[in-house]
């Protein structure tokens, strides 16, 4: 069984940054991995996703230019590096692996618990 923790979640100032790990163990197989969020009240939205070879990222137009993720096969860890962050990135943030449709539909295999990033104005 895979299991995902999220970390590194916290309250920032608008334009300032944060890092978010998901660290995953068990043995499954794997091809991908993303980054969802959600906000109160609203649906869980795709943010970013890469491949385990690194070769593709994919990421949302919210996301794009200001997040960067990647993969550490060494360390079966997936980050989340969030620059410029803005009030709106506000959101409980998930990792999830193994997609089951599509990289940007939340239809994945497994799924971290989260973790709550806050960015105040």
């Known amino acids: 069984q895979v299991q995902l923790v999220e970390s590194g979640g916290g309250l920032v100032q608008a334009g300032g940054s944060l890092t978010l790990s998901c660290v995953a163990s068990?043995?499954?197989?794997?091809?991908?991995m993303g980054w969802f969020r959600q906000a109160p009240g609203k649906e869980r939205e795709f943010v970013a996703a890469?491949?385990?070879?690194?070769?593709?990222?994919h990421y949302s137009d919210s996301a794009r230019g200001r997040f960067t993720v990647s993969i550490d096969n060494a360390k079966n860890t997936m980050y989340l590096q969030m620059n410029n962050l803005k009030p709106e990135d506000t959101a409980v943030y998930y990792c999830?692996?193994?997609?089951?449709?599509?990289?940007?539909?939340?239809?994945?295999?497994?799924w971290g618990l989260g973790t709550q990033v806050t960015v105040s104005s």
């Open positions: 068990g043995r499954a197989f794997s091809f991908a």
């Open positions: 890469i491949t385990y070879n690194n070769q593709y990222s």
């Open positions: 999830a692996q193994d997609p089951l449709t599509t990289y940007s539909s939340p239809d994945y295999r497994y």
